[in-house]
C-alpha cells in the first residue's frame, strides 16, 4: 500500500509520539533515516519539566518559561505548555514510561531558571532512553508501518496542499514515493553544523530544509542554545553533563582551580545556560585553555554513581572517576529554538504539513529554551496535531507574530572559499556563529556559504544529502543572526551586545 492517512517523518519523541496517537484516527508509516531509535531522544539526561509538586504551579512554569524566552515566547503557546503539562505526562505514564520515584511519589529535581523542582526522570539521568525505548517497543506491536534507513528527500504537493513523501532507502538505493494526507515533520535538531555538539549523528536539520523548499515558513533561526558543560577529552565525542549536576552541586572552576561563575553573574554556576557558556568561553580565553573543569568530589559517591549513572559509567569507561577528579568541560552545540513556524495546533502555512519536536517553532521558548521543556513541549504540542488533523476547515491556532519575512540573499561571488568538506564546513560554524557572534565572522560565513551553495554536488547518499540539508540551515541561521542587530537569549553580538526594543520580533525566512 503506498497510500498512508499520516506520514511521520522521524522516530524520536516526537515521531514516535505522535504515530502512536495517529494510529487511533487512521493508518500511519513512520520513515526514519537510521534504526528506529537512532535520535536525540535516547541521549536526553535531565528530564521532562512539568507542574506537579507541591509547592508548584502552572503559573509559575509559565512564568519561568516566559523569563528564559527573553521576550520571545508565544505566551499563549507557554499557556498551553505550562496548562497541560500534568495531563501528557499522565499519557506518557500511561505509555509504561517507569518514571524515577521518591517514597512512592514521583521524583522530580531542579534545573537552572526553574523556580522549582519540576523536573521528572527516569532511570536517573537515563529519561530520553527510557522514553525511545518504552515508545518505540509501543510502535513495533502497533499496526504503525515503519520504514528504516530511509530517509525523506522532498515533501510532495498538490495544489499548494500536501501530498506525498519522496524517499530514498539506502540500502537498496530504491527511490519511492508514498500519498498521503498529512505530514507530521518530526526530525529533531541541527547540532551537526558545529564542531563541537551533543547531538547524534541524525541532527542535520532535514525538517527545515524540506519544509523551506516546499514553501514553509522557517523562523528563530539564529537561537540556537550552547549547552555549557560537555564532556571535553581528547579523541572522545562532546557527551553532555547534565545541568542537573550543577543543580545537585557541582561547581565550575578554571585552570587553576577557582570557582568563577559569580564573576559572570550573581546566579554562579545556576545562571541560565547561554551566561554559563560565555562564562565558560571567556573563562577558557582568559587562561588560554580549552576547558574548565566540573568539580562534583565534594558530593557523596554513592549519590553520583546513583543520581547521573550514565555520566558516571561514561566517564569511568574514559578513564574519568568522576567522585575523584574534576570533570574537563566545555560548551558545545545543544539545542535549536528555531524551525518550521507552526501555530498552537502544530500547523505549518501549507495545508496538511504539520511540525513537531525540535525541528518544529511553537514560540514557546522564544530567544532560550528553559531546560527540559523540550520533550514536554513534544507531548503537548504532538497531541494537538493529530487533534487538529481529526477536525475539518479553520482552527483558531493562535495569534500572529510580531515579525519580519525574508528571502535569503544571493550574495557576490567569492572565490577564495575554503573546501567544501564537512569539516571545513563545521569549524567555520563553530567559530563565526557559534557563542559569541559579530558582523565581520557573520559576513565572512554568509559569502562562504552562498559561494559554497553554487557549487554543491547533486545528492547521491546519505551524507551528500545531509551536507546540502546542514548548507540550507546554516545559511538560514547566518543570515537571521546577521540581521539580528542585538543580543537576546542565546543569540549573542559582541557588536551589539544588548537588546533592541526595534528588535522584539522574529525573523521569518520564506522562499
Ligand atoms: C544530549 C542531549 C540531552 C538532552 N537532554 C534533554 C532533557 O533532559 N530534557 C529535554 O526536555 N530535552 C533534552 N534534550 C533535547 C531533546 O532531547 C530533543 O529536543 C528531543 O529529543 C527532540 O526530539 P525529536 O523527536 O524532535 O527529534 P529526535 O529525537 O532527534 O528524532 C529525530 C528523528 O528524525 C529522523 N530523521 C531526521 N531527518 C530525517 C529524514 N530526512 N528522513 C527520515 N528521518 C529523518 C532521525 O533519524 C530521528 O529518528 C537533550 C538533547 C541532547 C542532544
Same mark, same amino acid.
Given at each position: 500500500?503506498?497510500y498512508?492517512?499520516?506520514?511521520?517523518?522521524g522516530?524520536?519523541?516526537a515521531?514516535?509520539y505522535?504515530?502512536l496517537?495517529?494510529?487511533e484516527s487512521g493508518?500511519?508509516?513512520i520513515?526514519?533515516?537510521?534504526?528506529?531509535?537512532?535520535?536525540?531522544?535516547r541521549?536526553a539526561?535531565?528530564?521532562?519539566?512539568a507542574a506537579?509538586?507541591?509547592?508548584d504551579?502552572?503559573?509559575?512554569?509559565?512564568?519561568d518559561?516566559?523569563?528564559?524566552?527573553d521576550?520571545?515566547?508565544?505566551?499563549?503557546?507557554?499557556?498551553?505548555?505550562?496548562d497541560?503539562?500534568?495531563d501528557?505526562?499522565a499519557?506518557?505514564?500511561?505509555f509504561?514510561?517507569p518514571f524515577?520515584?521518591q517514597e512512592?511519589?514521583?521524583?522530580?529535581?531542579r534545573?537552572?531558571?526553574?523556580?522549582?523542582s519540576?523536573?521528572?526522570h527516569?532511570?536517573?539521568?537515563?529519561?530520553g532512553?527510557?522514553i525511545?525505548?518504552?515508545?518505540?517497543?509501543?510502535?513495533?506491536?502497533s499496526?504503525?508501518?515503519?520504514l528504516e534507513?530511509?530517509l525523506?528527500?522532498?515533501?510532495?504537493?498538490?495544489?499548494?496542499?500536501v501530498?506525498g513523501?519522496?524517499?530514498?532507502?539506502?540500502?537498496?538505493g530504491?527511490?519511492?514515493?508514498?500519498?498521503?494526507?498529512?505530514?507530521?515533520?518530526a526530525t529533531?535538531?541541527?547540532?551537526r553544523?558545529?564542531?563541537?555538539?551533543t547531538?547524534?549523528d541524525?541532527?542535520?536539520g532535514?525538517?527545515?530544509?524540506?519544509?523551506?523548499?516546499?514553501?514553509?515558513e522557517?523562523?528563530d533561526m539564529?537561537f540556537?542554545?550552547?549547552h555549557?558543560?560537555a564532556?571535553?577529552?581528547?579523541?572522545?565525542?562532546p557527551?553532555?553533563?547534565?545541568?542537573?549536576?550543577r543543580?545537585? %552541586? =557541582? +561547581?565550575?572552576? *578554571?585552570?587553576? !582551580?577557582?570557582?568563577?561563575?559569580?564573576?559572570?553573574?550573581?546566579s &554562579?554556576?545556576? /545562571?541560565?545556560?547561554?551566561?554559563?557558556?560565555?562564562?565558560?568561553?571567556?573563562?577558557m580565553?582568559?587562561?588560554?585553555s580549552?576547558?574548565?573543569?566540573?568539580?562534583?568530589?565534594?558530593?557523596?559517591?554513592?549519590?553520583?554513581a546513583?543520581?547521573?549513572?550514565?555520566?558516571y559509567?561514561?566517564?569511568?569507561?574514559?578513564?574519568?572517576?568522576?567522585?575523584?577528579?574534576?570533570?574537563?568541560?566545555?560548551?558545545?552545540?545543544?539545542?535549536?529554538? %528555531? =524551525? +518550521?513556524r507552526? *501555530?498552537?495546533? !502544530?500547523e505549518?502555512?501549507?495545508?496538511g504539513?504539520?511540525?513537531? &519536536?525540535?525541528? /518544529?517553532?511553537t514560540?514557546?521558548?522564544?530567544?532560550?529554551?528553559?531546560?527540559s521543556?523540550?520533550?514536554?513541549e513534544?507531548l503537548?504540542?504532538?497531541?494537538?496535531?493529530?487533534?487538529r488533523?481529526?477536525?475539518?476547515?479553520?482552527?483558531?491556532?493562535?495569534?500572529?507574530?510580531p515579525?519580519?519575512?525574508?528571502?535569503?540573499?544571493?550574495?557576490?561571488p567569492?572565490?577564495?572559499a575554503?573546501?567544501?568538506v564537512?569539516a571545513n564546513?563545521?569549524?567555520?560554524?563553530?567559530?563565526?556563529v557559534?557563542i559569541?557572534?559579530d558582523v565581520n565572522?557573520?559576513y565572512?560565513a554568509a559569502?562562504?556559504l552562498s559561494?559554497?551553495?553554487?557549487?554543491?554536488?547533486?545528492?547521491?547518499d546519505?551524507?551528500?544529502?545531509?551536507?546540502?540539508?546542514?548548507?540550507?540551515n546554516?545559511?538560514?541561521?547566518?543570515?537571521?543572526?546577521?540581521?539580528?542587530?542585538e543580543?537576546r537569549g542565546?543569540?549573542y553580538r559582541s557588536?551589539?551586545p544588548?537588546p533592541s526594543d526595534?528588535w522584539?520580533?522574529h525573523?521569518i525566512f520564506?522562499?
Amino acid at each position: 500500500m503506498n497510500y498512508y492517512d499520516y506520514i511521520v517523518i522521524g522516530s524520536g519523541i516526537a515521531g514516535l509520539y505522535s504515530a502512536l496517537l495517529a494510529i487511533e484516527s487512521g493508518s500511519v508509516l513512520i520513515v526514519t533515516k537510521g534504526g528506529i531509535e537512532d535520535c536525540n531522544t535516547r541521549h536526553a539526561q535531565g528530564g521532562i519539566a512539568a507542574a506537579i509538586g507541591q509547592n508548584d504551579s502552572a503559573e509559575l512554569h509559565f512564568k519561568d518559561t516566559i523569563e528564559a524566552g527573553d521576550g520571545l515566547c508565544d505566551e499563549e503557546a507557554v499557556r498551553i505548555l505550562a496548562d497541560e503539562a500534568p495531563d501528557r505526562i499522565a499519557d506518557l505514564i500511561g505509555f509504561g514510561v517507569p518514571f524515577d520515584t521518591q517514597e512512592g511519589e514521583v521524583a522530580l529535581t531542579r534545573e537552572a531558571a526553574h523556580s522549582r523542582s519540576r523536573i521528572l526522570h527516569a532511570g536517573g539521568d537515563a529519561t530520553g532512553e527510557y522514553i525511545e525505548v518504552t515508545l518505540s517497543e509501543q510502535v513495533r506491536i502497533s499496526p504503525i508501518k515503519v520504514l528504516e534507513y530511509c530517509l525523506a528527500t522532498e515533501i510532495l504537493l498538490n495544489n499548494g496542499r500536501v501530498s506525498g513523501v519522496k524517499t530514498i532507502d539506502f540500502r537498496s538505493g530504491i527511490i519511492e514515493e508514498y500519498a498521503c494526507k498529512f505530514i507530521i515533520l518530526a526530525t529533531g535538531g541541527a547540532g551537526r553544523l558545529f564542531k563541537y555538539t551533543t547531538n547524534g549523528d541524525t541532527a542535520t536539520g532535514d525538517g527545515i530544509a524540506l519544509a523551506y523548499n516546499a514553501g514553509a515558513e522557517i523562523v528563530d533561526m539564529e537561537f540556537f542554545q550552547f549547552h555549557p558543560t560537555a564532556l571535553r577529552l581528547p579523541g572522545v565525542s562532546p557527551f553532555l553533563i547534565s545541568e542537573a549536576v550543577r543543580g545537585e %552541586g =557541582g +561547581v565550575l572552576r *578554571n585552570d587553576e !582551580g577557582r570557582a568563577f561563575m559569580t564573576d559572570y553573574s550573581p546566579s &554562579g554556576d545556576l /545562571a541560565p545556560r547561554d551566561v554559563v557558556a560565555r562564562g565558560i568561553l571567556f573563562e577558557m580565553r582568559k587562561t588560554g585553555s580549552d576547558r574548565v573543569f566540573l568539580d562534583v568530589t565534594h558530593l557523596p559517591a554513592t549519590k553520583l554513581a546513583t543520581r547521573f549513572p550514565r555520566i558516571y559509567r561514561f566517564c569511568l569507561d574514559h578513564g574519568l572517576d568522576i567522585t575523584r577528579t574534576p570533570i574537563p568541560v566545555a560548551p558545545a552545540a545543544h539545542y535549536l529554538m %528555531g =524551525g +518550521v513556524r507552526v *501555530n498552537t495546533w !502544530g500547523e505549518t502555512n501549507i495545508p496538511g504539513l504539520f511540525a513537531a &519536536g525540535e525541528t /518544529a517553532c511553537t514560540g514557546v521558548h522564544g530567544a532560550n529554551r528553559l531546560a527540559s521543556n523540550s520533550l514536554l513541549e513534544v507531548l503537548i504540542f504532538s497531541k494537538r496535531i493529530i487533534e487538529r488533523s481529526e477536525l475539518e476547515g479553520q482552527a483558531n491556532g493562535g495569534r500572529p507574530w510580531p515579525a519580519e519575512t525574508y528571502q535569503l540573499p544571493s550574495r557576490e561571488p567569492y572565490k577564495d572559499a575554503p573546501a567544501l568538506v564537512l569539516a571545513n564546513f563545521q569549524s567555520m560554524l563553530w567559530d563565526k556563529v557559534g557563542i559569541v557572534r559579530d558582523v565581520n565572522g557573520l559576513y565572512r560565513a554568509a559569502i562562504t556559504l552562498s559561494a559554497w551553495d553554487r557549487i554543491l554536488p547533486v545528492s547521491t547518499d546519505r551524507l551528500s544529502y545531509e551536507l546540502n540539508t546542514m548548507l540550507t540551515n546554516a545559511r538560514l541561521m547566518t543570515e537571521a543572526a546577521l540581521l539580528r542587530e542585538e543580543s537576546r537569549g542565546a543569540h549573542y553580538r559582541s557588536d551589539f551586545p544588548t537588546p533592541s526594543d526595534k528588535w522584539k520580533k522574529h525573523i521569518i525566512f520564506r522562499i
